[in-house]
């Protein structure tokens, strides 16, 4: 390649002078080398079908129970053997998973760093590593920061997803850190695509996590980017299935596009600034 650079380089500057020949042998030099290390630096990235962060709310309004039940029902879902069969069902058969934990706008803690996922073995390495580690908590709830944390987890990962998704869980509208909706437009200008689980369990501090609000504010709010979509629990009972749902529509997303989960759109468009304004007051 840098021979061709150079023959290049010496047509469009027909220079006589020794000196500036040489210089331009070695910008050649240097140009046919900085291509190389970006193809392997490309080819060191295993592909697969979606990169997933799974990011989940541990804020104070959760008790240690529910953050229990919780955890468990992430364990129970990536274990199914429908998440796996799905896993498999992809064009690459495999996929790249992290799990965050999130609250306030200064607890944003990784407990799986990412793994590949390309199968049974693999699922339960990794809620095994989940299983293991403690609970984390923080008081108040950025949606926000945890969307931000979330989208700088993808750089240098080392691999290279046909998608790249957030799948953000939480129990009540973001209180703390920059207004969500400049998060979430931050976020999606980088290509990634943002999915929402409302827990719509017990009321948040707030008050605004009440039954249909919350799910409305995820889809007003929070999530976008091409087949985006909203599955709410209603109750803990229900959020292992919720969940099990959650990540074979995110999953076959790849190989299935035209699957969605349907929700009707709200007659009124939710306040984005809902949670920042009753924390403030």
Not at 17 to 44: D, E, M, P, Y
Not at 61 to 81: C, F, H, K, N, W
Not at 82 to 93: D, E, F, M, R, Y
Not at 255 to 277: H, L, N, R, W, Y
Request: aromatic share 8%.
């Amino acid at each position: 390649m840098s021979t061709e650079v150079t023959n290049f380089a010496m047509q469009i500057f027909p220079i006589s002078n020794l000196a500036s020949r040489n210089l331009i042998k070695t910008l050649a030099l240097f140009v046919g080398w900085l291509c190389l290390q970006t193809g392997i630096l490309h080819a060191s990235e295993l592909e697969v079908d979606i990169e997933l962060v799974l990011a989940v709310d541990v804020s104070s309004s959760m008790d240690v129970e529910e953050q229990l039940i919780q955890r468990s029902g992430y364990v129970a879902a990536l274990t199914d053997p429908s998440v796996v069969k799905a896993i498999g069902s992809g064009l690459l058969g495999r996929i790249a998973l992290t799990y965050v934990e999130w609250a306030d706008d200064n607890l944003q803690t990784v407990i799986v760093p990412w793994r590949l996922i390309d199968g049974e073995v693999s699922a339960r390495s990794f809620v095994s590593e989940l299983d293991s580690k403690p609970l984390t908590s923080g008081n108040g709830t950025s949606i926000s920061n945890g969307l931000l944390f979330a989208s700088g987890l993808f750089n240098g990962n080392g691999f290279d997803g046909t998608n790249q998704v957030i799948d953000i869980s939480g129990d009540g509208p973001n209180t703390l850190g920059p207004y969500v909706t400049v998060a979430r437009d931050a976020v999606l200008a980088e290509g990634i695509i943002i999915n929402g689980l409302p827990l719509l369990i017990q009321p948040s501090p707030t008050g605004y996590a009440t039954r249909p609000n919350l799910a409305d504010y995820y889809l007003d709010c929070v999530i976008g980017g091409p087949g985006s979509f909203v599955v709410q629990t209603n109750s803990m009972e229900e959020i292992a299935t919720t969940i099990r749902r959650k990540l074979i529509q995110e999953i076959a997303f790849v190989s299935s596009p035209i699957m969605k989960v349907a929700f009707s759109q709200p007659t009124e468009k939710a306040d984005c600034t809902i949670g920042q304004k009753d924390f403030h007051e």
